[in-house]
């Protein structure tokens, strides 16, 4: 499955986008991707503004991207709040550790 054919430009993509929007605007969720640098990234989500029409506007992220993952394209835990410039700049870029760095001392045997 392509990436044209996942769903994601048709009327279920539109549905899904549309709940993500409603979930995360009530949350006001901020952007997965800047909001927890040390700079405090771009600031909030512009949830007033019509969403993907500005840099800071809201915009459906896929934490698992299309491209790779286009079975996770309708699947709306794979969604997350994200400013139109952060997923754009993102692209289809693999997530960077999300849970960190793995310790060797689970590995040791009794």
Request: charged content about 30%; overall charge positive; hydrophobic content about 30%.
């Amino acid at each position: 499955m392509s990436t044209a054919d996942d769903g994601w430009k048709g009327q279920r993509g539109r549905e899904v986008r549309l709940r993500a929007y409603h979930r995360d605007k009530k949350a006001n969720a901020p952007c997965w991707i800047c909001a927890q640098r040390r700079d405090g990234g771009y600031g909030p989500i512009d949830y007033a503004a019509k969403p993907s029409s500005t840099d800071l506007s809201y915009e459906p992220d896929h934490y698992y991207p299309r491209a790779r993952f286009p079975e996770l394209a309708l699947d709306l835990a794979n969604i997350r709040a994200c400013h139109r410039k952060c997923n754009r700049a993102r692209q289809d870029k693999a997530v960077l550790d999300p849970i960190g760095n793995a310790s060797l001392s689970w590995r040791r045997k009794g």
